[in-house]
């Protein structure tokens, strides 16, 4: 069984959220990683834009990256702009880098990122999650308890 969450990140902004990994997938770990950008690719998450369904990260010798991860090109962006789904490096500690390669090795998880957003300085940041895939009877189960859930408050409502 997965453990307890830990604290959740300064988000001051959130700009794009993985809300499938967390029906898919037992999320074990979380970390909050900076992501090395270009200008345009900024100015496009700022007003909003970008997606991480379906993209995941990998380490790469002692290097993160993400990959396939979609932010569209900057509209006043003229020729400086940027490959859409290109991959983009991921900046994190080298005592994280290890411990995320260890386990990606030993424990067979997977490294999904949760979600992009701006922190309080207003830098970009990607949750990442390491995470033990679902079986199809686990996300039964999980559908099951979030239907109680659903079904206990409404009944809690009513009783006033």
Known sequence: MPKEPSAPFDKAKVVAENR???FDY???DRFEAGISLQGTEVKALRIGEGSIAESYATVDGEEVFLI???IPQYKAGSWMNHDPRRRRRLLL???????????????????IPLSIYFNANGKAKVELGLARGKKVHDK???????????????????RG
């Not at 080298?94 to 998880?109: D, F, P, S």
């Not at 079904?151 to 009513?158: K, P, S, V």
């Open 20 to 22: 499938r990994a967390r």
């Open 26 to 28: 037992f999320i074990e």
């Open 140 to 158: 039964r189960e999980t559908i099951k308890e979030r239907d109680w859930k659903r079904d206990q408050a409404r009944i809690m409502r009513a």
């Open 68 to 70: 396939n991860a979609s």
């Open 93 to 111: 500690k080298r005592r994280e880098i290890n411990k995320l390669t260890g386990a990606i090795h030993r424990q067979g998880l997977t490294l």
